[in-house]
């Protein structure tokens, strides 16, 4: 079993505030509403010519084996008075994680692009308040610092940005701070500072090019910015095109299997997915594979973690060819898969895990099926069997609804183990569902197919899901999944599911 997703609910560029509602008498109010559209005027006046920011990032990559990671953040662009900078942790803000902030220093950006008067940071909760920021731009010098990568620790979230002694990795959610409430234009990152040609050991999941400055990356939005997994470590680097999507690939340490099995095997996953909906989710992807530091004891024998297009696998070093192509594979092809369901199909809140995750496992086993890596008996064996262990078997049976253990996820292994095996099977079952009533095999793919052409959409929530199902399959699923996923009347397994 394995933690899968980890999403990261990316902090958009955009925040809104309310203000408590006072008592207001009528006539002052009046005058009061007057002055409010007035201001809101020259406010939004404002904020439409405001041309957007432009972030450019270098990180020091010297210090970064010691656990110490120097960022200079210019943000080029008329800034507001007041602006807070964040972290965007996310559901990965965790004190215990270790990965923590520490302004340096803060200038203000002249209309020639240089250095000019000091400016004044302060701390608000987890964010910095740049004051009196000018109509150029700023400069911000801030410090990361990483826990090590062998502090042994239950929590997988402490392990995601860490040092190693010979390198560093960096959650994209760690390492940049983000001006909050404003526009975003083009964001730029650069890497600085490493020894030794430190270029060859850099594993990003952004497109790069050449410049005076070295290769500059050009992460596309905010959330390719923080949804991503950056490592400078002793990696060996591989590069392949799997159907249009250029896949790399970072394996650090000693394996029984050789780097290019492994990538062969991923170019196998790969393909059989792009081939299930037509296209690749993104044009690039980063796959880092590293030891799992939790192995035994509360953790899990392999975790998989997925954010925007980077790819961590943490397996156990002790593993061999028949791991790498039964468990591995299915891990993997896991994390692939959530390219398409969990980031271009993006859940709008953690109400559709049970979804994202059952759905994923359920799709992952069928396609390692069919692109021959596992055979039936085996997908029946691992998938029956999990649900049999952590779902008919599980104290939750009947007490917690599926979608309700899926929401808290990270809570507790048994409660994860009961939302993986619940909701692969609710998938599964709602297939079944469907089937029924349509006389079709396997409707649901068509209703992950269209979920996908229409992502542009919004965010997946109940009700566009239960629409893209009448959609495709003129059903009403609206009662069924009162029942079965959000309410709690256990789901029958059935005798044989491939
Ligand atoms: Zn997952």
Known sequence: ??????????????????????????????????????????????????????????????????????????????LPRRLRLEQPGGLFHDPRGGATVTPLAAWNLSGDGRRGAPLVLRPEGRAWTLIDAGPHGAVVQYRLTLPHGGAADADIRAHLSR????????????????PEALPVGAISVRFVGAPGGGAARLAVPWPGAGSPDGIVYAPRDVRDLTDALVAWDDLRLHEQDIGGCTVRLGVRGTWAFADRELARLLLRLGEAEIAFFGSPPHRSMLI?????????????????????HSVLLLLDPALGWNDLADKVASVAAHEMFHGWLGEEICPQSSDLNWFIEGATSWYTARLLVDSGVWTARR???????????????????????????????????????????????????LDAWLAERSGRTHPLDAVLRDLFARRGEGPLTRERLERALRRAQGADAHAWLDRHVYGIEPLPCPAAMF
């Open 288 to 308: 880092l594979v590293d030891s799992n530091p939790l192995r035994g004891g509360t953790g899990f024998e392999y975790y998989g973690l997925h954010v925007g």
């Open 1 to 78: 079993m394995r933690l899968g997703t980890m999403h990261h609910a990316g902090k958009r560029d955009s925040t809104v505030r309310h203000r408590p509602k006072g008592g207001v008498r009528p006539r002052l109010a009046m005058a009061l509403v007057a002055l409010g559209l007035i201001a809101l005027a020259a406010v939004w006046g404002r904020q439409r010519v405001r041309a957007p920011t432009e972030l450019a990032y270098a990180v020091e990559l010297e210090g970064a084996a010691r656990g110490q990671v120097d960022v200079t953040l210019q943000a080029r662009g008329p």
């Open 379 to 429: 997908a029946e064996e691992v998938v029956m069997g999990r649900i049999a262990q952590h779902y008919a078997h599980s104290p939750l049976r009947g007490r917690v609804s599926i979608a309700e253990a899926a929401r808290g996820m990270l809570r507790d292994g048994e409660t994860t183990r009961f939302a993986y095996a619940g909701g692969t099977l609710a998938a599964e079952r």
């Open 163 to 178: 040092c190693s002694g010979t390198g560093a990795r960096v959650a994209g959610f760690h390492v940049f701070l983000l």
